[in-house]
T-cell receptor, first 115, second 112 residues
Framework: DADVTQTPRNRITKTGKRIMLECSQT?????MYWYRQDPGLGLRLIYY???????NKGEISDGYSVSRQAQAKFSLSLESAIPNQTALYFC??????????????FGPGTRLTVL | SQQGEEDPQALSIQEGENATMNCSYK?????LQWYRQNSGRGLVHLIL???NEREKHSGRLRVTLDTSKKSSSLLITASRAADTASYFC????????????WGLGTSLAVNP
């Protein structure tokens, strides 16, 4: 969905390097999420933000940090990358409307390889 | 453990056949959603069914929800090669956790 963009799309880095993945959205949604996807493990939530001042840890936040710079921007940092953080990372957005659906819109993903 | 559990984990059919995938969940929900993910791509929302609905249609998709059994099914009729993807059924509870709970998905292969 072009309304949610992620940069970079692919990244190869070395163990110990600091990496930042960026997400921008033009949907005007308040909620933003970072997930990682590994083969056989499905989607796992890293961090989520319900608005600019609200940041929450997901189920696998260790080794990651986030920054919600604006309603439209949510970045994910790996402070010191390690090989088991090699995965496909997705950003998503949603707007908890009056119908309480939380339908999510995903970016195209960032494939991260840590050597 | 995963809230949403899709079954089967993998399904292979011929083009033109119908594909049925099932999903179970553990706690009460406000809605259940189905998403498709083409290989290595982002997920795309397909259809949502609310807890007070029993069946919903969208094009070639038919979704059912049985809250007494905490289960849902997705039927894709007259499948096409382009339907080859992984399908996920996250559920949403506005009260407890206020976010989608994801399972591992069903991998569907539609052979031409």
């Amino acid at each position: 969905d072009a309304d949610v963009t992620q940069t970079p799309r692919n990244r190869i880095t070395k163990t110990g390097k600091r990496i930042m993945l960026e997400c921008s959205q033009t949907k005007g949604h308040d909620r933003m999420y970072w997930y990682r996807q590994d083969p056989g493990l499905g989607l796992r939530l890293i961090y989520y933000s319900f608005d600019v001042k609200d940041i929450n840890k997901g189920e696998i936040s260790d080794g990651y940090s986030v920054s919600r710079q604006a309603q439209a921007k949510f970045s994910l940092s790996l402070e010191s990358a390690i090989p088991n953080q090699t995965a496909l990372y997705f950003c998503a957005t949603s707007d908890l409307d009056s119908g309480s659906t939380d339908t999510q819109y995903f970016g195209p993903g960032t494939r991260l390889t840590v050597l | 453990s995963q809230q949403g559990e899709e079954d089967p984990q993998a399904l292979s059919i011929q083009e033109g056949e119908n594909a049925t995938m099932n999903c179970s969940y553990k706690t009460s929900i406000n809605n259940l959603q189905w998403y498709r993910q083409n290989s290595g791509r982002g997920l795309v929302h397909l259809i949502l069914i609310r807890s007070n609905e029993r069946e919903k249609h969208s094009g070639r998709l038919r979704v059912t929800l049985d809250t007494s059994k905490k289960s849902s099914s997705l039927l894709i009729t007259a499948s096409r090669a382009a339907d080859t993807a992984s399908y996920f059924c996250p559920s949403f509870n506005a009260g407890n956790n206020r976010k989608l709970i994801w399972g591992l998905g069903t991998s569907l292969a539609v052979n031409p």
